[in-house]
């Protein structure tokens, strides 16, 4: 059965950094596009970055544009998101999934994301 973990989630503080990872088993992802999202309790869940199969074509929301980097190693089947210069509102609990297609543009649109990961929770305080 596939299945997403996720990783590298914790307490930091407002300028820190961290390196989220989502570890892929049960079957190879490497042509499937992916993506990491974020959500609040009493928010929608919201895109953060995406990244297509092999790498090439990335999206990140504004509100994390020039701060995070997604990237994947198909070999290892792992997709990544390092965050820098975290803030208190970056605050959230972080799932990767990965779509039913190829193209990074299926994880921006988010109609079809097809497997979920449980999530891992990043809190930055001031």
């Known amino acids: 059965q596939a299945q997403l973990v996720e990783s590298g989630g914790g307490l930091v503080q407002a300028g820190d950094s961290l390196r989220l990872s989502c570890a892929a088993s049960?079957?190879?992802?490497?042509?499937?596009?992916m993506g990491w999202f974020r959500q609040t309790p009493g928010r929608e869940r919201e895109i953060a970055a995406a990244i297509n199969w092999d790498g090439s074509s990335t999206y990140y929301a504004d509100s994390v544009k020039g701060r995070f980097t997604i990237s994947r190693d198909n070999f290892r089947n792992t997709l990544y998101l390092q965050m820098n210069s975290l803030k208190p509102e970056d605050t959230a609990v972080y799932y990767c999934?990965?779509?039913?297609?190829?193209?990074?543009?299926?994880?921006?649109?988010?109609?079809?994301?097809?497997?979920w990961g449980k999530g891992t929770p990043v809190t930055v305080s001031e």
């Open positions: 999934a990965a779509s039913l297609y190829s193209d990074s543009s299926s994880v921006v649109r988010q109609d079809s994301m097809n497997w």
């Open positions: 049960g079957r190879t992802f490497s042509t499937k596009a």
